[in-house]
């Protein structure tokens, strides 16, 4: 049953987009709750923020930072089967921690101008190399029959009356496992790269195949086998708080309306139409909002763009048309505003996410919801 009928969801239209359920629209709730030593104050109180004409957070959040960023990475690689990317601001002497999982087909590299741009806000970004050969080489393959569609879990078969396909749950875990070694080998990376790195609140970033990993992370679960007890469930409560970039909805590689059921961290999720990559195959726009509007309550915020495309989250063609530009830009400012609001608790910045200014300065290209 489609989860519209199922829980009575409608659609909206608004500002000329197709906006996901009404249900998230409705939890989208100023009065609730924001952690205690963000503020004595123990409700929201939204309001627009404008610090002189061009100086709005929108502009601000979605332009390079005050700390700027090395033209190259740094290449650690800690153990034999863990490589990774590093950027780090560089006019500033401690920073935040975010652990980024990059798309299928993609690479950290890809991600040069995201990174950057976190970097020069003040963020140390690590970024692992995946190996997804034995899930991509499958996956892609069955994913060109006309009668594709996802099993209901991850180690069964994609098409009724098939052989089946061979992921063992061992390359599902691949990714996941990769992101917990990461935190086990920055004290490490301090020491070798003198980077002066705060531990405490690290937050997890994936795109694409990255955000199932890190939803993972954080604490939903996937169906891994026929039986009701067979879940992959890897959840680090090392991680505070997470930002997925297009992730999947249920229906796909074994997530249920019950997945998010304990993901209680801080999440954003960064979605919209577009983007229909070999994994969200299956999945409608509006699904994809699901870790925001079926995970429980407080601290969850929906970025709903106008248009999103595989190459929104990196950049590559943001100086092509304003289109690409106009997209990367609102990833920047509401991923930047989400860091920023989380990692370093700042209160002004969690109002301005969870409220309309970055509707008003797009011209409703971005909305942002919260509950």
Known sequence: MKR???????????????????????QSDPSTSIPSNLSDDDRFVLRHVNNGEGNTPYSKLSSEGDFGAPEKSIIF??????????????????????????????????YT?????????GFVVVAPLHNDEEILSVISSNSRRPQFHWPDYLTGELVKGDDGVDIPLKYWLERPSALKRVIDVIPLLQQVTGLDIIVDRPLIAGHSLGAFAAQIILG??????????????????????????????????????SSWDKLGSPLMVVTGPGDDSLFNMGNTPDDRTDAFALSPKNFKH??????????????????????????????????????????????????????????????GRLQMMYR
């Open 4 to 26: 519209r009928s199922a829980l009575g969801f409608l659609s909206a239209l608004c500002c000329s987009l197709t906006l996901p359920h009404s249900r998230a629209l409705a």
């Open 220 to 257: 939903a679960t996937a169906q891994s086998g026929p039986a009701s007890s067979d879940h992959l469930s890897l959840a680090d409560p090392r991680y505070y708080g997470g930002l997925i970039l297009t992730p999947q909805g249920h229906g796909v590689m074994g997530l249920t309306i």
């Open 113 to 121: 101008d995201l990174f950057k741009h976190w970097a020069s806000h």
């Open 302 to 363: 929906l970025a709903w763009m106008r248009k999103t495309t595989m190459s929104s989250c990196t950049g590559e063609h943001s100086a092509s048309t304003v289109g690409f530009e106009h997209q990367f830009q609102e990833i920047c400012a509401a991923t930047t505003g989400f860091m920023l609001a989380y990692g370093g608790y700042d209160e002004d910045i969690l109002n301005v996410i969870a409220g309309t200014d970055f509707e008003k300065e797009t011209d």
């Open 77 to 110: 690689s800690p153990q034999s089967d863990l490589h990774m990317n590093v950027w780090h601001p560089v006019k500033k002497g401690s920073a935040r921690l975010i652990v980024f999982s990059h798309a299928e087909f993609l690479s950290p590299s890809s």
